[in-house]
């Protein structure tokens, strides 16, 4: 089960296929959507407050389903507004400070692939054999960060860390733990 924060006042939960959407009014949680779905595939990730700037701007909460399949939610009207189909294998997504680009891990071939969130167009790509982790740079806008063994042997553990820019196939800083 997830349980992720979506907005000030919202907050889901997700079990299988299924998402419920909670809301805080008057002191009290009461669920206002109990059965979002999305072709019935189950959820892998949830990521909270996306600005949507594709067709209708709004504020979203981003779903990463099996197959790679990815939902932007409306956060007021709890409508899908936007779909696109990743890579099959994706397996997590981070979201620039500003949402204007996302990327997506597939830990199995070792890529990390960098997309507009507003054509959904795959800008540029990473291909290591040790990828374990993304996670997006909250302190600066516009950078994440991968781990990845200094050998880019997968067999063997992460011990290094790399900060890229979304906007820019350039690796910014290297840290080895």
Not at 42 to 69: M, S, T
Not at 81 to 93: G, R
Not at 96 to 110: C, I, Q, V, Y
């Amino acid at each position: 089960m997830f349980v992720q924060r979506v907005s000030e006042t919202q907050f889901l939960t997700a079990v299988g296929p299924q998402i419920k959407v909670w809301e805080s009014k008057d002191g009290r949680w009461h669920l206002v959507a109990q059965d979002l779905r999305f072709q019935g595939l189950n959820v892998l990730q949830v990521v909270p407050l996306v600005k949507l700037r594709y067709g209708v701007k709004a504020k979203c909460f981003l779903v990463l389903y099996e197959n790679g399949n990815l939902c932007f939610w409306n956060s007021s009207s709890l409508m899908c507004q936007h779909s696109l189909k990743l890579p099959q294998e994706t397996e997590k997504v981070v979201v620039d400070k500003s949402s204007r680009f996302f990327a997506g891990l597939d830990k199995s071939a070792g890529q990390v692939r960098v997309y507009s969130v507003k054509s959904g167009e795959e800008i540029w790509a990473l291909n290591f054999a040790s990828v374990s982790n993304i996670e997006a740079d909250s302190e600066c806008e516009n950078q994440f960060v991968i781990a990845i063994n200094s050998l880019d042997d997968p067999s063997k553990e992460a011990d290094s860390l790399l900060l890229f820019q979304f906007s820019q196939k350039s690796m910014v800083k290297y840290w080895k733990t």
